[in-house]
């Protein structure tokens, strides 16, 4: 606290050799712990994607045997993985974390680590400080212990609320005025007692004290200065100000400071429990010719043992008797039973010719020594010292380590004074959020530097402790005088409470020692140091505890990382605490924590709601490719639409669980059991999948039916009916048995020559079958896909348009053929194109007369545009779609098929030779257009096991010369099929159709009724939408 100015400084340690650095080493080899919503979403996600790898693979399997190409079972395979993995669950559980830290800002708890959040939820112990957090952190001094006029040290009363006002200690004593003196000038903080006025920019002298009038009427006396430092010396100082000016006639405790310089100090820490500032007896310390004097403040006990004096009630000095050091552990005791904290104070008046102003002081440690070169009570410590040293045993502390010589200037006994005790009340909101853990089943353990005495009379007063210690019990026996047997004797080893000194346990103590420490349920552990504490959170662990630590010092940042969840003190916290923590209190209340812990209690219940409404629509995602597998179905649900499902529609309602409200036993209930209670149990699991999953699933697939039945696709064209069904739908011409109906055009009216839908195909003029009265589909299925082409590109100059540059290039990519067609045909089956379809909201006109040469090529190269395949990879989509033209194995195995066939990829297709029976044994022979052909009459059986590797391809198309394109033969099929035509000046269904070498004309457009399979792939997705 240098203000302004220059000096040179020393270094004299530097790293991980100096106090902080020492205390970053800790922090930093301690392993963060994984918090335990983290291990649950792990653990979760260890499990999804199993199931999600080998479901995906086992289809991609699957359809590869069933002959699907395969960047299409690829992209099947993603589907699945995507299906099974739940891809908005990072968003909403980040989301969840996110509103819930929000909420928790409002009760004066700021989250830093989100998942932070649900652990505090999962806490089943709390390690709790005192000062601050448990209690008020407003310090008043409320007792004093000094030598009353007999000499003999007595307790005496302060005005305080917790003597109700009382005051009974006298402002004339001398030995008062010492204690006093010392409690003011061992002590760093100070009193800020100007503010700024705003209109002049003036420091204004605040008065020490005012009337506060309360909301009840009452009125009361208030500090209005503001003590700057340690909560315990401001109270000391708030108490000092009035006594010094009434009983030594000082201004104020800066006037007595002023007037008695500093020459020396020895800062309080953890360790010591002591501090140390040595005093001339006038302003200028180099000129002082007066004696030093020493004076001392720290915990009782490492007072008491450095002082052989005590000062009587005139200020003179008197030795110690047993009976007044008796006395002074009695009163210490008895105070601290109070729930008061108690401070011992001493004195040493140095001689000046010793310690005049050129004096070296020293702590001891730049000389190498353990303790300082000036008396400080340490002639127990010295014996001690040199007994191990007369045994040639080196004195070590309760860490192991060796201590250094002891300085001989240290030896000589201080004076004692007297002590000060305060009050430091609980806060109103922590018993009962005390007993609020108890119920929720949470252990509430205290760990304070403070005397057991004290920590266990506030562990009473805010219920942490409720029954009597081992001690308590002991001693109630005795005053009974109960022995074992007796109907009044209470067994010690019974007892369920238990204070645990700092001196009565090390880091090295077995294991079976603290779990008998720790099967206590209602704990205390007082006195402790920062790595005492570090090893009291390990324990915990170690017995399966989910804990919580609060800390406010430095020291408590190991702690603090060490425990699954780290709490800082917001207004008593240092910046190096709140930075190890994970939460930290904005009002250092107790009570805060419990409020956390509901709401992160609460956002693991609405996390599970949430997975479990995440998780539900994976059976409906996956079930679509199940059926399209095993059931020949369309696919009901695409990739597409299952990220939309999963990143857009799930996403909003699956965060709004997180807004649920708390269930009524949320803090009965005990602390969740990380090893049975998971987030993702097997009773959620059968909830997901199995009941709400399969009910979303078949209200999905029904009202995927209902679209596809109202636009012409009934059930029973797309269950189990037709093999290949779900490869082929929305890409190839539909083939249907029709009984009864009638063929319309788009605009509805019929056929006027009333062809029979039972034996006639339709005409391009009247595309479209309308069930009419009672017309229905009997049975649908595809034409047999039974050539195969070579795993090659086309052709460099390939035109999808022109038959001459077709060849036996397909990328192995099965085609149907003119024969397969002539299959069905010959049992009755037909293209059909739903006049439903005709009335849907998707119906295009142009896709009864479309123009191949403006939109197919564009289709084809849009498709391999998306897969990344632009160029010429392109025409591989033209060969996946229904084809240009048809194929015809007769013409390319020059009219004989027997024995030219070779096993089919894609399978023998046995439920379509269950539906159309004979269709797959057909003898082409059979067909009358077998003999259409001018090169001969085509002979030889199709079977669909078989497929072959030759075919022509027509399409209609003609040279100028009059001569088909492709093969001559190709003129045969011309009117074999009604879906390929030519117009002139653009497509139309009232177009002039042209024929022959007419087709080789500039203004001939290239027409092709692909409204099957338009109608289809729009049903489909209509279908997939609902």
């Known amino acids: 606290q240098v203000p302004e100015g220059s000096c040179k400084g020393i270094v ?16 930093l080899s301690t392993d963060t712990e994984q ?3 983290n291990r649950e979403i792990e653990h979760f996600i260890h499990i999804i994607s199993a199931i999600a790898i080998v479901l995906g693979v086992s289809f991609f399997a699957a359809s590869l045997a069933r002959g699907q190409d395969p960047i299409v079972s690829l992209v099947f395979m993603i589907g699945i993985i995507v299906a099974n993995v739940p891809e908005g669950l990072l968003a909403t559980v980040t989301v969840c974390l996110t509103l819930t830290a929000k909420r928790m800002y409002t009760k004066k708890v700021m989250v830093k680590n989100l998942e932070g959040v649900e652990t505090l939820g999962s806490t089943s112990c709390i390690c709790s400080d005192k000062t601050g957090t448990l209690t008020q952190n407003i310090m008043t001094v409320a007792q004093l212990v000094y030598a009353d006029s007999d000499d003999q040290l007595k307790i005496q009363d302060a005005a305080s609320s917790f003597t109700k006002g009382i ?35 003036k420091k204004v002298l605040l008065p020490f004290k005012k009337v506060r009038q309360q909301g009840d009427g009452t009125s009361i006396e208030e500090i209005v200065w503001t003590p700057i430092g340690n909560a315990s010396e401001g109270a000391m100082i708030k108490f000092a100000h009035p006594a010094l000016n009434e009983s030594l006639g000082m201004k104020d405790v800066e006037d007595l400071r002023k007037r008695n310089a500093k020459v020396f100090d020895i800062p309080f820490n953890s360790k010591k429990k002591y501090q140390v500032h040595i005093h001339c007896q006038s302003a200028d310390p180099e000129t002082d010719n007066n004696d030093r004097v020493l004076y001392m403040k720290g915990a009782p006990e490492r007072i008491f043992v450095r002082c052989s004096e005590y000062c009587a009630s005139d200020g003179s000095v008197l030795p110690i008797t047993e009976d007044i050091r008796k006395s002074m552990s009695t009163l210490q005791d008895k105070m601290g039973s109070n729930g008061l904290r108690v401070l011992g104070f001493a004195m040493k008046q140095l001689p000046v010719a010793e310690f005049g102003p050129g004096y070296p002081w020293s702590d001891g440690r730049e000389e190498e020594k353990s303790t300082p070169n000036f008396p400080l009570g340490e002639f127990s410590f010295i014996e001690r010292f040199n007994a ?16 250094q010589r002891p300085h001989p ?15 430091d009340p609980p806060r109103e909101a922590v018993p009962g959020a005390v007993a609020k853990c108890k119920t929720a089943g949470i252990k509430v353990i205290m760990v304070t530097g403070d005397h057991p005495g004290t920590a266990k009379a506030i562990a009473y007063k805010v219920g942490i402790l409720w029954g009597p210690t081992k001690e308590d019990l002991i001693n109630m026996n005795e005053e009974n005088r109960a022995s074992p047997g007796d109907a009044d004797f209470q067994d010690p080893e019974s007892a369920q409470a238990i204070v645990v000194p700092g001196w009565e346990f090390s880091d090295d103590m077995g294991d079976d020692k603290w779990n008998a420490i720790l099967e206590h349920p209602q704990i205390v552990f007082a006195r402790t140091s920062p790595q005492q504490k570090l090893v009291i959170v390990g324990n915990c662990q170690r017995l399966g505890h989910i804990v919580a630590v609060t800390g406010d010092g430095v020291n408590d940042s190991p702690a603090l990382k060490k425990a699954d969840i780290g709490i800082a003190m917001g207004i008593a916290g240092t910046p190096v605490t709140k930075n190890a923590a994970d939460m930290i209190l904005l009002d250092d209340n107790f009570a805060s924590i419990v409020a956390g812990v509901e709401e992160g209690r609460l956002i693991f219940d609405n996390l599970k709601k949430s997975i479990c409404y995440t998780l539900t629509s994976n059976i409906p995602e996956i079930s679509p490719f199940l059926c399209w597998i095993t059931m020949d179905t369309p696919m009901p649900l695409s990739t597409v639409l299952i990220l939309a499902i999963d990143l857009g529609t799930d996403m909003v309602p699956a965060i709004s669980m997180a807004y649920e409200d708390a269930e009524a036993d949320i803090m009965k209930r005990p602390p969740r059991n990380a090893k049975v209670d998971r987030l993702v149990t097997r009773k959620l699991i059968f909830l997901a999948y199995l009941q709400i999953g399969i009910m979303q699933a078949m209200a999905g697939f029904y009202a995927w039916m209902v679209v596809l039945n109202d636009y012409g696709f009934p059930p029973t064209v797309l269950m189990g009916n037709p093999s290949g069904t779900g490869m082929f739908f929305g890409d190839q011409t539909m083939y249907c048995k029709f009984r009864g109906g009638q063929y319309v055009n788009f605009d509805g009216r019929v056929d006027p020559q009333g062809r029979d839908p039972e034996s006639e195909p339709p005409t391009r003029r009247y595309p479209l ?45 099965a085609q149907p053929t003119i024969e397969s067609i002539w299959a069905l045909e010959d049992k009755g089956f037909f293209e059909y194109s739903p006049w439903r379809g005709r009335m849907s909201p998707f119906w295009n006109n142009k896709w009864v007369a479309w123009n ?22 392109d025409a591989q989509f033209i060969f996946m779609a229904q084809p240009a033209g048809v194929y015809s194995i007769c013409i390319a195995n020059n009219y004989d098929l027997t024995g030219r066939k070779r096993p089919h990829k894609i399978g023998a297709y046995s439920s379509l030779r269950n539906i159309v029976k004979g269709a797959n044994n057909f003898n082409v022979a059979d067909s009358e257009k077998a003999a259409s052909f001018t090169g001969g009459t085509c002979v030889g059986e199709l079977n669909g096991k078989r497929s072959y590797n030759r075919a022509q391809f027509c399409n209609g198309g003609y040279n100028a010369n009059g001569t088909a394109k492709g093969n001559p033969d190709c003129a045969a099929l011309d009117d074999s099929t009604a879906n390929i035509f030519y117009c002139k000046l653009g497509c139309d269904l009232d177009c002039a159709e042209v024929f022959g070498a007419d ?28």
């Open 12 to 27: 004299i340690k530097i790293g991980d050799d100096t106090v902080i650095g020492r205390i970053a080493s800790l922090a």
């Open 35 to 37: 918090t335990p919503i």
């Open 167 to 201: 005051r009974t200690y006298d402002s004339a004593s001398k030995a008062f005025h010492k204690l006093l003196v010392c409690s003011t000038l061992c002590n760093t903080c100070y009193f800020e007692k100007y503010y700024e006025d705003e209109a002049t920019g």
């Open 388 to 403: 191990a040293e007369s045994r040639s045993e080196p004195l070590k502390d309760d860490k192991g380590i060796i201590l």
């Open 409 to 423: 200037a240290s030896a000589p006994g201080l004076v004692f004074l007297g002590m000060m005790a305060l009050v």
């Open 769 to 813: 079958w309308d069930r009419g009265d009672n017309g229905y589909l009997e049975k649908c299925t595809y034409p047999q896909k039974i050539f195969r082409g070579r795993n090659a590109q086309p052709q460099a100059s390939f035109n999808f348009r022109d038959a001459d540059t077709y060849n036996q290039r397909t990328f192995s990519l």
């Open 852 to 873: 191949l040469e403006r939109s197919e090529e564009r289709l084809a190269g849009a498709k391999a545009g998306t897969l990344g395949r632009k160029g010429k990879a």
């Open 999 to 1026: 087709r080789a004309s500039d203004d001939v457009e290239q027409c092709q009724n692909v409204a099957s399979r338009l109608i289809q792939t729009n049903t489909n997705q209509h279908a997939q939408a609902a």
